[in-house]
């Protein structure tokens, strides 16, 4: 088991930053890949941004492409997400995930994560 555990959350203002932190208790090893998701009131949860620890490979969705940036410490087993020009539309409970290694799955499918944090809310007033 993976447990993870987010923090970094709170409210801003339009046009600041925030960076998420997500610590996972296991060794990387037993996880081949991490994501950041974020849900809305009334929306569903929606992919934000993925990061596999080999090879450092990073995704983005469309919306944050720009102004997030994702990355990983392979020593301290942290997921971070640094958020820029937040606008309010970013307003979200925000989840860290965690992909099994061996699993299969796209990065941006909540499907493919087998591990979830119990989520930060972020807030971004107008």
């Known amino acids: 088991q993976v447990q993870l555990v987010e923090s970094g959350g709170g409210l801003v203002q339009t046009g600041d930053s925030l960076r998420l932190s997500c610590v996972a208790s296991?060794?990387?090893?037993?996880?081949?890949?991490m994501g950041w998701f974020r849900q809305a009131p009334g929306k569903e949860r929606e992919f934000v941004a993925a990061?596999?620890?080999?090879?450092?490979?990073?995704y983005y969705a469309d919306s944050v492409k720009g102004r997030f940036i994702i990355s990983g410490d392979n020593a301290k087993n942290t997921l971070y997400v640094q958020m820029n020009s937040l606008q309010p539309e970013d307003t979200a409970v925000y989840y860290c995930?965690?992909?099994?290694?061996?699993?299969?799955?796209?990065?941006?499918?909540?499907?493919?994560?087998?591990?979830w944090g119990q989520g930060t809310q972020v807030t971004v007033s107008s």
């Open positions: 995930a965690a992909a099994r290694t061996g699993s299969i799955g796209t990065y941006y499918d909540p499907g493919s994560y087998a591990y």
């Open positions: 296991a060794r990387t090893f037993s996880v081949y890949q």
């Open positions: 990061w596999r620890w080999i090879g450092d490979r990073t």
